[in-house]
T-cell receptor
Framework: DQQVKQNSPSLSVQEGRISILNCDYT??????FLWYKKYPAEGPTFLIS?????DKNEDGRFTVFLNKSAKHLSLHIVPSQPGDSAVYFC????????????FGPGTRLSVLP | EADIYQTPRYLVIGTGKKITLECSQT?????MYWYQQDPGMELHLIHY???????EKGDLSSESTVSRIRTEHFPLTLESARPSHTSQYLC????????????FGPGTRLLVL
């Protein structure tokens, strides 16, 4: 049973528009969340994080929103660029997992020029 | 810039062979991890280590074993490879701090015939 879900396996967006990647989780104990980006033939790289004491964290073109009551977070990329085309993983952790992270299956983003 | 390396990058091997997947990091990180990822699926934590001589099993049961004799080295061994072990194996490391983000290696794609 997946504890971290990314229900859209893929997403296509036009260059310059907003990309919104969604992530849902089932474990209410999760209190720290990360987004990773993965290019083909490379390992995932850290993108942005958010702790449950916040509902928004921004870093340049990337903003993560957290809705704890809905157990939902989203990653917004504005404006989207062709270089953003990659697989994006959402990950969550909780103290009762020894702070290890549980990863979602990923969403493949394609930004079209 | 993350300095974490995995070899080999690709491995095709016959059933019953013993294999060792290498992972090394030069960042002096205490925590290291092994994840297994099948195509389109989430990353599953199979092993982790808090430091030298520390190894723990992750969320996903795995027939592989790991060792941590040196801080920088965290090899994963399969004593007798089977087709069910075909997957991608990702190594990661992080500093021994709360919720520290993880740096991933490029992964090893294993195919067992």
């Amino acid at each position: 049973d997946q504890q971290v879900k990314q229900n859209s396996p893929s997403l296509s967006v036009q260059e310059g528009r907003i990309s919104i990647l969604n992530c849902d989780y089932t474990n209410s104990m999760f209190d720290y969340f990360l987004w990773y980006k993965k290019y083909p033939a490379e390992g995932p790289t850290f993108l942005i994080s958010i702790s449950s004491i916040k509902d928004k964290n921004e870093d340049g073109r990337f903003t993560v929103f957290l809705n704890k009551s809905a157990k939902h977070l989203s990653l917004h990329i504005v404006p989207s660029q062709p270089g953003d085309s990659a697989v994006y993983f959402c990950a969550a952790s909780a103290d009762n997992y020894g702070q290890n992270f549980v990863f979602g299956p990923g969403t493949r983003l394609s930004v079209l020029p | 810039e993350a300095d974490i390396y995995q070899t080999p990058r690709y491995l095709v091997i016959g059933t019953g062979k013993k294999i060792t997947l290498e992972c090394s990091q030069t960042m002096g990180h205490d925590k290291m991890y092994w994840y297994q990822q099948d195509p389109g699926m989430e990353l599953h934590l199979i092993h982790y280590s808090y430091g030298v001589n520390s190894t723990e099993k992750g969320d996903l049961s795995s027939e592989s074993t790991v060792s941590r004799i040196r801080t920088e080295h965290f090899p994963l061994t399969l004593e007798s490879a089977r087709p069910s072990h075909t997957s991608q194996y990702l190594c990661a490391s992080s500093e021994e701090e709360l919720r520290e983000t993880q740096y991933f290696g490029p992964g090893t794609r294993l195919l067992v015939l």
